[in-house]
């Protein structure tokens, strides 16, 4: 017999072929198209018993998925659930942005979708599962297939979840050897479905810099008994093996496929043969049936996208991410000063989030709001000190290297994982980072105001919560130096500026300098 499983992960609310950058654009991705290469391979390999699995982080991520969470109506709400039950999915997991929008409503989707989600080392204070069971079973054909679900235990750090009630995570390692053994004994085939992804490489090399994040590698270094593992959260494309266990990531936005196919004898329902591969999407047209359920959703979001909210005196656009990085935008100053004016500071830090971003465009737009700050982010105001400060911008210059005399992105910051959500750009002071100086000695200038920081001044900034609360590797901040925070996302918050600001000004002060001098 022959079992093969075809997963997706990190779908993000990308259903359309769309980064919605542009409004008529067909790109290599997309739920739809994701849809139509699982019905294409099923029709294909009727000889073959297909379960189909989804590994987490579905519910943000797009302006669909953000407009569907927070603006859309009942039937909207329902379209946008529906475009995943209409997959066809038997399994789900539970990823770390599953909780941006709240319980209320994960809990709200995961009770009208039709796969079964299963997490292990979600618990309550009692440590008993939580939200869902920690696996489930089925038979496919004579052969019980158990899956275990896991998220990466830094969902508690990645998002401001600590304010749910009975609210608890515990290792993943932890998890599995509570119910790997018990799964062992009830199912012929183990499989774990992790929202999370590998820590160190195939030789045993580190090669991630986010400590407990990823621990794909020690689960199947250590627990036995595991047949196949389907990765995600780092968005990578993986089809290999590891301790001879397959193992798939299928990238991100619905782009691959993942599948892990078994070979099992009937007779002694062992695993005789496995291969793992990724199925790419480009080449597949939309599905048609999930194109129709969400045509009404696609039609109001694309509405909302493209209303005028205010105009621009100058330029807010940039066509260089990296350059926009390197040397301050007027794009960038005029988020600080969103940010600042909203929480009452004169010192705030963004950082611009992925490489599709490009500005303003004028008239603004929610289409420019949403696809240039992609997180449902708060705003906090945190209490630090000038060494704080200090220490802070030492480790928002890890983000860059020399080469060749020449300032570069530092490779850790994009492999096995692009986190360009981790170097911070800010207003308020005047800083000089010299790249070409060893890590933690590369702020060579830092005024406020026009005079030296000291290491005791105290200053007030604004922050996301995320960064407030130490994520990214910034231990200088933490929670109990927050005064003030808001509850507003900071495209919502951007949104109520320019509906009190119909006309925008374009300024650069130039406040900061990246160089790389020996």
């Known amino acids: 017999m022959k079992i093969t499983l075809l997963a997706t992960s990190d779908t993000h609310g990308f259903i359309e072929p769309t980064n919605y950058v542009d409004s008529n654009v067909n790109k290599p991705f997309g739920l739809k198209k994701a849809s139509s290469t699982i019905k294409r391979y099923i029709r294909q390999h009727q000889d073959e018993q297909v379960i189909l699995v989804d590994n987490g982080d579905f519910l943000q991520g797009s302006p669909m998925a953000d407009y569907a969470a927070k603006r859309a109506d009942e039937s909207d709400k329902a379209s946008f659930i529906s475009a995943y039950n209409q997959v066809g999915y038997q399994i789900g997991s539970i990823g770390n942005h599953e909780f941006d929008y709240g319980l209320d409503y994960l809990n709200f989707v995961i009770n009208h979708s039709t796969r079964q989600f299963v997490c292990a080392n979600i618990v309550d204070r009692d440590n008993e599962p939580m939200l869902t069971n920690p696996y489930t079973i089925l038979n496919v054909g004579g052969i019980k297939i158990g899956f275990l679900g896991l998220t990466t235990t830094s969902t508690k750090k990645w998002k401001n979840v600590n304010a749910l009630n009975d609210f608890n995570l515990i290792s993943e390692l932890t998890a599995c050897k509570r119910y790997i053994p018990e799964l062992r004994e009830k199912a012929d085939l183990v499989i774990v479905v992790y929202h999370g992804g590998f820590e160190r490489d195939h030789t045993g090399n580190w090669n991630d810099i986010n400590p407990g994040e990823n621990r794909g590698y020690d689960i199947l270094k250590n627990i036995k008994g595991i047949d196949g593992l389907i990765s995600g959260h780092q968005h990578r494309k993986i089809a290999s093996e590891l301790f001879k266990v397959p193992i798939i990531q299928p990238g991100s936005r619905g782009e691959f496929v993942g599948k892990i196919s078994f070979e099992i004898s009937n007779t002694t329902k062992q695993v005789t043969r496995y291969t793992s591969e990724l199925l790419s999407v480009a080449d597949n047209q ?47 100053e005029f988020i600080q000063k969103v940010q600042m004016a909203k929480m009452g500071t004169d010192i705030s830090a963004t950082a611009l989030y992925n490489n599709e971003a490009h500005g303003f465009e004028s008239p603004i737009t929610m289409r420019n709001i949403i696809t240039n700050y992609v997180y449902p982010n708060t705003l906090v105001k945190s209490r630090i000190s000038g060494a704080d400060l200090r220490a802070a911008l030492e480790v928002t210059a890890k983000y860059f290297d020399v080469k060749h005399g020449e300032v570069v992105v530092n490779e850790h910051f994009m492999f096995p994982k692009e986190r360009f959500y981790n170097y911070d750009m800010y207003e308020g002071i005047e800083y000089t980072l010299n790249i070409a100086r060893p890590i933690g000695q590369r702020v060579t200038r830092l005024k406020y105001h026009g005079r030296d920081v000291t290491d005791d001044q105290v200053l007030f900034v604004t922050l996301n919560r995320y960064r407030a609360s130490g994520g990214g590797h910034y231990p200088m901040y933490t929670k109990d130096k927050i005064v003030a925070s808001c509850d507003m996302t900071i495209s919502q918050i951007i949104l109520e500026y320019l509906q009190k600001h119909p006309l925008i000004k374009a300024t650069n002060n130039h406040n900061f300098k990246i160089e790389a001098k020996d």
């Open 286 to 332: 939309p599905d048609k049936t999930i194109a129709k359920q969400i045509a009404p959703l696609s039609s109001h979001l694309q509405y909302w996208l493209d209303k005028p909210l205010s105009h621009i005196d100058g330029d807010l656009t940039f066509n260089d991410p990296f350059h926009a990085r390197i040397k301050e935008s007027a794009f960038i």
